[in-house]
C-alpha cells in the first residue's frame, strides 16, 4: 500500500546528542515537509523540499538540518542546537499544485522525541 | 502573517450535531482543509473545499466557506464517540509553494 512510514515512532534522547528522523514515501510525491507538534500549538513547519536536492527553511528551523537525496526520503537531523527538542514531530508529503493536484497533505504516523 | 485560529475545546453529546469554527487570514487560500488527528497518531484529511465555493457536503460532514469574512466551518451530524479527537483547520499559503498552514486544533469530546 502506498504511504508515508516514519521511524522510530519513540525516540529518547540525552542532552547533547544529535538524532536523526527517518521519512520515506512510496506515493511518488515530489513535495514533503517535517512538522513539530506542540500541545496547544497546532502544527509548525520545520523544513520541506519541493524538489529533490533542494529545500527551504519553514518557521522554525534553527536547531534542525535536512536533506533530500533521494525523491522517496527526507530525513530530519535534530541537533543539540535544539534548545527544547522534546516534541512530537510529523512528516508529510504532497503533490505540488501546479501539477495539478489539490494540495493536500498526507502524513505519517509521527515520532515522538524526548531529551532525557 | 499568515494565521489560523481555531478555539481549543468543544464538548458535545452523542447524536448532536458539532460544528469546529476557525479563522484564517491568506485570501489568495486556493483550498482549506479539515484534518482529523486521533491520540498518539498522524492527521487525516477529512475533507477540503476549493475556495470558490460556498459549501460542500460529504456523507455527515458539512463544510462552509464565508471568503468575505474569511470564516470556515465543519458541521460533523449524528456526532459518534469516534469522531472525538483533535479538528485541524489548514489554508494553502498561495504561490508557488504548496505550505499549508494549520491551526491550533479544536479537541473535540463526545459525551456518551
Known amino acids: 500500500d502506498g504511504g508515508i512510514t516514519q521511524s522510530p515512532k519513540y525516540l529518547f534522547r540525552k542532552e547533547g546528542q544529535n538524532v536523526t528522523l527517518s521519512c520515506e514515501q512510496n506515493?511518488?510525491?515530489?513535495?514533503m515537509y517535517w512538522y513539530r507538534q506542540d500541545p496547544g500549538q497546532g502544527l509548525r513547519l520545520i523544513y520541506y523540499?519541493?524538489?529533490?536536492?533542494?529545500?527551504q527553511k519553514g518557521d522554525i528551523a534553527e536547531g534542525y538540518s535536512v536533506s533530500r537525496e533521494k525523491k522517496e526520503s527526507f530525513p530530519l537531523t535534530v541537533t543539540s542546537a535544539q534548545k527544547n527538542p522534546t516534541a512530537f514531530y510529523l512528516c508529510?508529503?504532497?503533490?505540488?499544485?501546479?501539477?495539478?493536484?489539490?494540495?493536500?497533505?498526507?502524513f505519517g504516523e509521527g515520532s515522538r522525541l524526548t531529551v532525557l | 502573517g499568515e494565521d489560523v485560529e481555531q478555539s481549543l475545546f468543544l464538548s458535545v453529546r452523542e447524536g448532536d450535531s458539532s460544528v469546529i469554527n476557525c479563522t484564517y487570514t491568506d485570501s489568495s487560500s486556493t483550498y482549506l482543509y479539515w484534518y482529523k488527528q486521533e491520540p498518539g497518531a498522524g492527521l487525516q484529511l477529512l475533507t477540503y473545499?476549493?475556495?470558490?465555493?460556498d459549501m460542500k457536503q460529504d456523507q455527515r460532514l458539512t463544510v462552509l466557506l464565508n471568503k468575505k469574512d474569511k470564516h470556515l466551518s465543519l458541521r460533523i451530524a449524528d456526532t459518534q464517540t469516534g469522531d472525538s479527537a483533535i479538528y485541524f483547520c489548514a489554508e494553502n499559503e498561495g504561490g508557488a509553494t504548496n505550505k499549508l498552514i494549520f491551526g491550533t486544533g479544536t479537541l473535540l469530546a463526545v459525551q456518551p
Open positions: 523540499s519541493q524538489i529533490v536536492n533542494d529545500f
Open positions: 473545499i476549493f475556495s470558490n465555493m
Open positions: 506515493l511518488n510525491h515530489d513535495a
Open positions: 508529510a508529503s504532497s503533490q505540488v499544485l501546479h501539477l495539478g493536484g489539490t494540495g493536500e497533505l498526507f
